[in-house]
């Protein structure tokens, strides 16, 4: 399920971040959007734009605001084969952009792990998948249009307004609503995913190695064990051949969702089991190759609630920053059932992505819900600060603008084009006004 407002509350996916709108409003064209932008102003109401809920910050939450939902901005706009683009509408959740591309024989070049968000939500928060050469959403974007606090509707790219379009495509929703988004595309292709079981030493050894031959390359690994399950997915000349349909359900929803939903349940209530079903977890996953449309590889199912801290580190960090992760568990009385998701990314220039400037390595830790943070997130964060991290804008961490200033070598051009579009913080909240400054 998506984030949900009921009985004028808002909830998001996790169910961790909620808020009161004064006014839940779901425009069906640019013009009733900025409108009522506009009516915003003239009351004096903060403005916040959601999409399917799907961070876990409350980057999006907002009591007393006007709510902007996105299910009436979903159209496709124009599919331009010679530019290799296409422009939609922002709240086009990525599931339905990827089937509209497939129709068409094209597809985005990456994409994250699942595919529920809005295109908006997603850029806006710097939602990534794993990549050799190919970066995030935002880092695909080749225009944008967005409507400002004053209701004027702009478009912008590298060559028009390059300055906003620098921060509106990864913008955290603080310059403005976004209207519309134009995409890289490309012709369909192929993925040959192959899936094996390996040691972490293992893994860690020959971690260059498999993130440089390989075009996308990620691994999880199982706190309280010494194995890693792996993934390797490359481009393919075909034929597709997919994993049966049976075996697809079997082990990519009814084991992943179903029977690991019970297995969650089970270790939030009885902690002490938690190693032995990270054991038999760990097994669970046996080597498979299976070859199939891009955004079929790239993405699966995923129903299982939980929370979620990620840091991007450098790369030439990120096998220190693992063994270092490994010993914090060990030495700790944790019982974390999640796996630590690692995957990769090139370096980027957009101003506030967590790849700004650096080839980067992400790494995520989990908790299902309802269970104890036992002070596990907060050692990763320090961990992570440790090694010069930066935080995923739409998942959980402590950071403040002071930190981030630091961190990010464009942050500063990124708060004066704030100041500049929306001196009156029309699109601020108590997140944005921790981590971008007041």
């Not at 944790?334 to 790494?363: K, M």
């Not at 990010?408 to 699109?427: I, K």
Request: proline share 5%; hydrophobic share 40%.
């Amino acid at each position: 399920m998506p984030a949900t407002v009921s009985n004028g509350r808002w909830t998001n996916w996790a169910g961790n971040q909620s808020a009161t709108p004064a006014q839940v409003a779901t425009p069906t064209s640019t013009e009733e959007l900025a409108a009522l932008v506009r009516q915003a102003g003239e009351e004096h109401r903060p403005v916040k734009a959601i999409g399917s809920g799907h961070s876990f910050t409350a980057v999006a939450a907002a009591d007393q605001a006007l709510l902007i939902r996105p299910e009436g901005l979903t159209a496709v706009r124009e599919l331009d084969r010679a530019a290799g683009t296409v422009t939609v509408e922002s709240g086009l959740p990525l599931a339905r952009l990827n089937r509209l591309l497939a129709e068409a024989g094209l597809s985005l070049t990456n994409m994250g792990d699942i595919d529920v968000q809005t295109v908006a939500g997603a850029t806006s928060t710097g939602t990534h998948g794993t990549g050799r050469d190919s970066g995030s959403l935002a880092a695909q974007l080749r225009a944008v249009e967005i409507v400002l606090a004053d209701g004027s509707v702009q478009q912008c790219s590298p060559t028009e307004q390059p300055e906003l379009f620098q921060g509106a495509r990864l913008g955290l929703g603080a310059l403005g609503v976004i209207s519309a988004l134009t995409f890289a595309v490309e012709p369909a292709f192929l993925l040959t995913a192959h899936e094996a079981p390996m040691g972490f030493d293992q893994v860690l050894a020959d971690f260059e190695e498999l993130s440089q031959v390989n075009e996308h390359f990620e691994f999880y690994w199982f706190p309280h064990t010494d194995r890693c399950s792996t993934k390797r997915n490359n481009r393919s000349q075909g034929p597709a051949a997919p994993l049966p349909a049976f075996k697809s359900w079997l082990e990519d929803d009814f084991l992943s969702n179903t029977v690991w939903e019970g297995a969650c349940r089970i270790g939030r209530a009885f902690p002490g089991s938690v190693p032995a079903i990270a054991a038999v977890a760990s097994r669970a996953w046996s080597e498979r190759t299976y070859t199939d449309t891009a955004h079929k590889v790239f993405t699966s199912p995923r129903r299982v609630r939980f929370t979620e801290m990620e840091y991007a580190v450098p790369r030439a960090a990120a096998t220190t920053v693992l063994r270092e992760l490994k010993q914090l568990v060990e030495r700790s009385d944790w019982r974390i059932s999640f796996p630590v998701e690692v995957r990769c990314a090139p370096a980027d220039d957009l101003w506030l992505s967590t790849a700004s400037g650096r080839d980067t390595v992400y790494i995520a830790v989990h908790l299902y819900r309802g269970t104890a943070e036992q002070g596990y997130f907060t050692a990763v964060e320090q961990l992570m600060t440790a090694h010069q991290g930066r935080p995923h804008w739409g998942k959980l961490h402590t950071r403040d603008a002071e930190y981030l200033a630091g961190a990010y070598p464009h942050f500063a051009d990124f708060t004066a084009l704030r100041d500049r579009v929306d001196p009156q913080r029309r699109f601020a909240n108590a997140y944005l006004r921790r981590v971008l400054g007041d």
